[in-house]
Structure formats: structure tokens, C-alpha cells
């Protein structure tokens, strides 16, 4: 299936849109590899999590970063037709389909490579054209970004749409049944990465990730797990899908929306802060983390001829934006330069959100 035909088929209606130009590619990259960078900094140096829990993440956001990283060689030298799809209104992250055609060049890599000059070769020819000739080496160049983008093609570092993560005990040496397991999503309805983070207890025999019981919960997560539906009901699906399941801690970091007026939409007040800066290439990367907690447990569907069985009653707080989001404890966090930090301050804009600087390199 061609580039366009997977944009026609999994679109979404006029919300996505096409990068195109040189230098429009290597901005929109270059903000979201150092708008990535500091949210992975800010996970793992803030954020009291456990060891498990900390490599899950990090893991995943690695993932993430290679699928910029080898669309950026890909898409570099675009043909017509083919070049970069976003998402421009609550994304800024790119298309589904993206995620498709890395996968189809994986299957096909070793007979693309084989069909490709040797970089050696490419450099040598490169060198021809330049000083023999006089010209811009343009179709060898990118030749030689098209063998960069299969070589760096890796089943084990490209994001997915369903990137399970390892299966890890916790608790003490005398517990044998609290565990925690991750695994993150490319929605298809949103075009935004999540991450989620479980520890739940599991009733039976220790769980093997190679076992039909572990096989049973994943095959849970990956068919109850969206971006539009809430944690709480995410927990509540995954709770009744699989006997003997517990979930006790439930965590999801949603990132998205990326805000930059040179490639999104955005009609809200920051919008406009950042459409009046436009020359300066503004950008931000908001992050959130959602956390469900359970706070005991009933039996339901009890009768003469049954006892029921035990589901967990997460705990809401009296709180009507936690309540309408499904989740126990809400963080908000955004990552933006810090000189755009300080504008977005003196406007009064994203009180409710911690800041993530990047700090400007120094002059060279």
C-alpha cells in the first residue's frame, strides 16, 4: 500500500497535515528531539517512581525517540507525495500511518539494503560529482540517507502501536504475588504516544512471561486500552477482563499535545502567545501523568449459587476535574525553551502546569 493510500485510509478527516520543505523538516525534529530529551530528564531525575518503573519509561521514550530519529532521515529528502504527516490539532505527533510504513520497510529492509550502492561507494561517487563535475551530489545524498534510515530499521528500539514492556516481581522476598508490568500505545484515534504503568497482584501460580496467564493480560490491555477512554475505566475493563488480576496502582503518562504555530493549530490563549512569537520558532510539549489508585475491594455478582467475584473500587477524590478525568492524582507538566518559559509567565498562561525548562546552549 503507497504512502497515500495509508494517509486516505487511516485519516483523519482535515486534521492532519503535511510537512513539506527542507528546512521545515529539520525544525519540526529538531524541536521535538530536544523537547523529548528534557521530558526524559524530568522523568527520571523528578518523579518518585520505582526502579522497575523508571527503566519502563525510559525504555519506551528511547523507542519513541529512534521512530523520530529514523523518520527524520526518511523523510529528509522527501519524494513528492511522501513527505512527513502530523497531526495539527490536539497531536502535534505524527500520523498513525507513519508507524505502519516503518514497519513494512522493517520486513523489507535486507533486499532494500542489497539494492542500495555501499556507503563507501556512495561517498566515493559523491566526491566524483562534487570536484569532477562541479554538482550537487542531491540523488546520491539521498541514496545515502535512505541506507542510514534501513540500517537504523530495529524491531527492538522502533515504536509501535502495542510495545509491550518486561514483566517484573515486586515486593518483598516473602510476597509472591504483587507484580509490575508496562506497556505503551501509539492511539490510533489520537496520534499520541501513552505509556502505562501497572502493579496489580495476581492470584495462582507465579506468572512466566512466556505463560498462556500473562499471554491472557496482555491480550486484555492491548484490547481495552485507548487514549479517550479514562483511567478508571481502563482499570475497571482490565479488572473484569482477567480473573485472578488485582490492580492496585495504575499510571499513565499521556504526552501531547505539541504546540509550535509553524506546524498546529492551536485557538486557546497560549495559541495566540505563540502565533505572536511565531519568528522566533516557539515550541512546547505538554505531559501528563495519571494516577489510579485502589482504595479496597467488593464482591460482585454474589448469589445462592455463587460467591461472586472481587473487583476494586478505585479511589476519586472530591475533586470535579479528577472525577471527570477517572483518576486519583493528576500532574501536568509542559516543556518549552526557557526564554518562551518566561513569556508564557508574564502572560499568567499555564498556571496549573509545572514548567520544564530548556535551557539555551551557550554561545559558541
Known amino acids: 500500500m503507497s504512502s497515500d493510500a495509508l494517509f486516505e485510509h487511516f485519516r483523519l478527516d482535515l486534521?492532519?497535515?503535511?510537512?513539506?520543505?527542507?528546512?521545515?523538516?529539520?525544525?519540526?525534529?529538531?524541536q521535538l528531539r530536544r523537547a523529548l530529551d528534557a521530558l526524559q530528564g524530568a522523568l527520571e531525575a523528578a518523579t518518585p517512581i520505582t526502579n522497575a518503573e523508571r527503566r519502563a519509561v525510559a525504555a519506551f521514550l528511547s523507542r519513541l525517540r529512534a521512530s523520530f530519529d529514523a523518520l527524520a532521515l526518511k523523510r529528509?529528502?522527501?519524494?513528492?507525495?511522501?513527505?512527513?504527516?502530523?497531526?495539527?490539532?490536539?497531536?502535534?505527533?505524527?500520523?498513525?500511518?507513519?508507524?505502519?510504513?516503518?514497519?513494512?520497510?522493517?520486513?523489507?529492509?535486507?533486499?532494500?539494503?542489497?539494492?542500495?550502492?555501499?556507503?563507501?561507494?556512495?561517498?566515493?561517487?559523491?566526491?566524483?560529482?562534487?570536484?569532477?563535475?562541479?554538482?550537487?551530489p542531491r540523488e546520491l545524498q539521498s541514496s545515502m540517507l535512505r541506507r542510514l534510515y534501513l540500517e537504523a530499521l530495529d524491531p527492538e528500539t522502533l515504536f509501535r502501536p502495542f510495545v509491550p514492556g518486561a514483566l517484573e516481581k515486586v515486593g518483598g522476598a516473602g510476597d509472591a504475588s504483587s507484580w509490575f508490568w508496562s506497556f505503551a500505545t501509539y492511539d490510533r484515534a489520537l496520534n499520541r504516544p501513552?505509556?502505562?504503568?501497572?502493579?496489580?497482584?495476581?492470584?495462582?501460580?507465579?506468572l512466566a512471561e512466556d505463560g498462556e496467564e500473562f499471554a491472557e493480560i496482555r491480550a486484555a490491555a492491548e484490547r481495552v486500552a485507548a487514549g479517550r477512554v479514562s483511567l478508571l475505566a481502563f482499570?475497571?475493563?482490565?479488572?473484569?477482563a482477567v480473573a485472578g488480576l488485582h490492580p492496585r496502582i495504575l499510571k499513565r503518562l499521556?504526552?501531547?499535545?505539541?504546540?509550535?504555530?509553524?506546524?498546529?493549530?492551536?485557538e486557546d490563549p497560549l495559541g495566540a502567545l505563540l502565533e505572536s512569537l511565531e519568528e522566533r520558532l516557539p515550541f512546547a510539549l505538554r505531559f501528563e501523568t495519571e494516577i489510579l489508585i485502589s482504595e479496597r475491594e467488593t464482591r460482585v455478582g454474589a448469589g445462592w449459587l455463587s460467591k461472586g467475584e472481587l473487583r476494586q473500587v478505585f479511589w476519586i477524590p472530591e475533586s470535579v476535574e479528577l472525577a471527570t478525568r477517572g483518576v486519583s492524582q493528576?500532574?501536568?507538566?509542559?516543556?518549552?525553551?526557557?526564554?518562551?518559559?518566561?513569556?508564557?509567565?508574564?502572560?499568567?498562561?499555564?498556571?496549573?502546569?509545572?514548567?520544564?525548562?530548556?535551557e539555551e546552549p551557550p554561545p559558541s
Not at 121 to 128: A, N, S, T
Not at 194 to 206: H, N, P, R
Not at 256 to 264: E, I, N, V
Open 15 to 30: 486534521n492532519c497535515v503535511r510537512v513539506t520543505g527542507e528546512n521545515q523538516v529539520r525544525v519540526y525534529f529538531a
Open 76 to 136: 529528509f529528502y522527501p519524494s513528492p507525495g511522501a513527505e512527513l504527516k502530523i497531526d495539527a490539532t490536539d497531536s502535534g505527533f505524527f500520523h498513525w500511518s507513519e508507524l505502519l510504513e516503518l514497519a513494512a520497510d522493517l520486513d523489507g529492509r535486507d533486499g532494500a539494503l542489497a539494492a542500495l550502492p555501499g556507503a563507501e561507494e556512495l561517498k566515493r561517487r559523491m566526491l566524483d560529482v562534487i570536484v569532477r563535475h562541479s554538482l550537487h
Open 194 to 206: 501513552f505509556v502505562y504503568s501497572l502493579y496489580f497482584e495476581w492470584e495462582g501460580d507465579a
Open 235 to 240: 482499570g475497571n475493563r482490565l479488572d473484569a
Open 254 to 266: 499521556v504526552l501531547g499535545p505539541y504546540w509550535s504555530p509553524a506546524f498546529t493549530r492551536n
Open 330 to 358: 493528576l500532574e501536568r507538566h509542559v516543556v518549552l525553551p526557557h526564554w518562551l518559559a518566561r513569556r508564557v509567565q508574564e502572560a499568567g498562561l499555564l498556571a496549573d502546569h509545572r514548567l520544564v525548562v530548556i
